[in-house]
């Protein structure tokens, strides 16, 4: 990775409904533009991702989305009514008009992949390159992998602890009985089922148990609001037909893109990735045999830089 930066600017952005969103630029101020999208939904900004770009070459984009990490409204009574993919492709594009960018790359791992090609499907002409980690696409088939037992064929311990705050009534729809959870009326129970989901991707994310990972998912304040955003996210489908990015990849024929995929990735794993490519033409596939989700899992970063360092030129 490039050596740690600091941002040289910072701010929030009303985006409407009550919220705003925390942004910070970091780089080259007159450099190559490129916004990075966060995992999730739900999570928030990492500052070692200023670390995927040559501080001399790009202009480095982040910002906290709606209802995560810097940008929580308490008390905004809208806080999830108004937080949809939809109203975040807004944001960006507000953001994009408010920073005077022109065109940007999108760099997006896990949830951020879908939100880069929410946003690339609906404003082509914004977006210059697409790096995408992780690919993540909100497809039933993908959400069933995850929360009605694919995942747990390979991590059976795991998804019992996962299934521990479900009713046994209820087993057959754990992401439906997560939402009574979560949203219920009882902070305890809420906590509780919080914890366990946060617990759950925190397990499968990485080839190798992660303690880094394991500790973050432990804190109440932050898996509460995860499991919140994510459950919301996920009942509704992302607000996405059934399939619509794979769909519609054809709108971004022209626009570049390198897919970096861990082959053993539990948590996206790389039939949607693979879908992806041969649904986008002129995109690239870089399938790495030891890896599987994590940013830390072998080849994932040096994939990551060599890409960034390839469209850095364009």
């Known amino acids: 990775m490039y050596p740690p ?6 701010g929030v952005l009303e985006v409407g409904d009550g919220h705003r969103i925390a942004w910070e630029v970091s780089g080259n101020p007159r450099g190559k533009p490129v916004v990075v999208l966060h995992g999730g939904p739900g999570m928030g900004s990492l500052p070692v991702c200023r670390r995927h770009f040559d501080p001399e070459t790009y202009r480095i984009v982040q910002f906290d989305q709606r209802g995560c990490g810097a940008s929580t409204v308490p008390g905004c009574s809208s806080e999830l009514a108004a937080n949809t993919t939809w109203h975040l492709v807004s944001d960006m594009e507000r953001l994009r008009e408010y920073l005077e960018v022109e065109r940007w790359q999108l760099f997006g791992w896990s949830w951020g992949t879908a939100l880069a090609l929410a946003y690339a499907q609906t404003h082509p002409r914004r977006v210059s390159e697409l790096v995408l980690r992780g690919v993540f696409t909100a497809r039933r088939r993908e959400l069933d992998w995850l929360y009605r037992g694919g995942a747990g064929q390979l991590f059976p311990e795991e998804w019992e602890r996962f299934l521990a705050p479900v009713p046994e009534s209820e087993h057959d729809d754990p992401l439906a009985a997560y939402s009574k959870l979560v949203f219920g009326a009882d902070p305890d129970t809420a906590e509780r089922a919080a914890l366990a989901w946060a617990g759950w991707e925190a397990s499968i ?6 303690p880094m990972a394991r500790d973050e998912a432990a804190d109440p304040d932050t898996a509460v609001r995860f499991a919140r955003i994510a459950v919301h996210y996920f009942q509704h489908g992302a607000w996405l037909d059934e399939g619509q990015l794979i769909r519609d990849a054809d709108t971004l024929a022209g626009i570049p893109g390198i897919l970096v995929q861990g082959r ?9 990735a693979y879908e992806l490519h041969r649904a986008w033409p002129g995109s690239e596939l870089v399938l790495l045999e030891g890896a599987g989700h994590s940013l830390w899992d072998p080849g994932i970063l040096a994939e990551l830089r060599d890409a960034t360092d390839r469209f850095a030129a364009r």
């Open 205 to 210: 994310c990485s080839l190798i148990p992660s």
């Open 264 to 272: 053993y990735d539990a948590v996206c794993p790389p039939r949607t």
């Open 5 to 10: 930066v600091r941002p040289h600017a910072r």
